[in-house]
C-alpha cells in the first residue's frame, strides 16, 4: 500500500513504538489519529490529531472507530495495563489477569476498526519476543504475546482483502520501562547480554518493521521479529 494520501489510526501512538510509528506515517504523507489514555500528557506532533480513548473501553474503541472512518491503516502498540513479572508460582492471579488487558485491547481494536476499514487496508499488532522464547519471570508477558501472533493469524483468515500482522520486539528502549540513568543503562546491558546484538533497540526500528507490513500487499497473518536476536541467540 502507498501510505501517501492514506488515512490511519494508531493506538498507543503517544509514546514509544506506536509513536515513532505515527512519525513514519505522517512523514510519509498520511493523515494521522493517534490514540492513547492521556494524550494531554504526550508531546503534541505536528500534523497529527490526538484522541483520548482506552483501548480496554469497547464502547469507546467503537465510538472512535466510528468517528474516524472510513480508513485505511490501523496499528495499535498500546500497552493497555500493567505487566505481570516475576515467577508465576509466586504470581498475584489479578496481575497475571490484567496484562491480558493488552489483549483484549487488541481484540476491540480489531473487532470495531475493521468494519469501517477501506477494502485493501492493513492492520499491525505488536506482540513481543517471549510470544516464543521466553526467559524465567516472562510467563505472563509470553502468554499474552502468544494469545497476540495466534489471534493475528485466526483474524486473517477471515477479513481478507484487508490484511492483519503482527511486529514482534525484543527488548526496545521506550518510555515502558521507567529507570533512568546507570541504572537503565544496567538493565538493557543485563537483558540484552546474550542476544546476537547485545543492546537495546530502537522504537524506530520497530516501526521500520510496522512501515513494512502496512507497504507489503503481499504480507498477512504473519509475524516480523525485530529482536537484534533474541530468537536466534544460542
Ligand atoms: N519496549 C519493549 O521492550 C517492548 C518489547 C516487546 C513488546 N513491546 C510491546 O510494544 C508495544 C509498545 O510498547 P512501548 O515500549 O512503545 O510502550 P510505551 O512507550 O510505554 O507506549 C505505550 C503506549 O500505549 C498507550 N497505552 C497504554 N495503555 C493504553 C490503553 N489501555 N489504552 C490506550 N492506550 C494505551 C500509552 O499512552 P497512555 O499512557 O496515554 O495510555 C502509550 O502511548 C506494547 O504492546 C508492548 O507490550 C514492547
Known amino acids: 500500500m502507498e501510505i501517501n ?23 510519509g504523507g498520511a493523515e494521522v489519529v493517534a490514540a492513547s489514555r ?15 480513548c482506552d483501548v480496554r473501553d469497547a464502547a469507546a474503541v467503537e465510538g472512535l472507530m466510528k468517528d474516524c472512518a472510513p480508513f485505511d ?27 491480558f488487558d493488552k489483549m483484549w485491547g487488541y481484540a476491540n481494536v480489531v473487532r470495531f476498526g475493521a468494519a469501517h476499514m477501506k477494502g485493501n487496508g492493513a492492520i499491525v499488532l505488536v506482540s513481543g519476543a517471549p510470544a516464543r522464547r521466553i526467559k524465567p519471570g516472562q ?43 546507570a541504572e537503565r543503562d544496567d538493565f538493557y546491558a543485563r537483558t540484552t547480554s546474550g542476544h546476537l546484538i547485545p543492546r537495546a533497540g530502537t522504537s524506530a526500528e520497530v516501526a521500520e518493521a510496522v512501515l ?12 516480523v521479529d525485530v529482536d537484534g536476536g533474541w530468537l536466534a541467540a544460542p
Not at 513494512?212 to 509475524?223: A, E, S, Y
Open 212 to 223: 513494512f507490513t502496512i507497504r507489503n500487499d503481499f504480507v498477512t497473518g504473519t509475524t
Open 139 to 181: 510467563v505472563a508477558i509470553g502468554a499474552v504475546g502468544g494469545a497476540v501472533e495466534a489471534f493475528t493469524r485466526a483474524v486473517a483468515t477471515e477479513i481478507g482483502p484487508l490484511r492483519i500482522n503482527a511486529v514482534c520486539p525484543g527488548q526496545i528502549d521506550t518510555p515502558m520501562i521507567a529507570l533512568e540513568g
Open 73 to 99: 491503516i490501523l496499528v495499535n502498540a498500546a500497552t493497555g495495563g500493567d505487566r505481570a513479572i516475576g515467577p508465576f508460582l509466586d504470581m498475584d492471579m489479578a496481575g497475571f489477569r490484567g496484562s
Open 5 to 27: 494520501g492514506k488515512k490511519a489510526v494508531v493506538f498507543g501512538g503517544t509514546s514509544g513504538i506506536g509513536r515513532e510509528a505515527v512519525r513514519m506515517l505522517r512523514d
Open 38 to 52: 492521556n494524550p494531554d500528557r504526550a508531546e503534541p506532533m505536528d500534523g497529527v490529531t490526538l484522541k483520548a
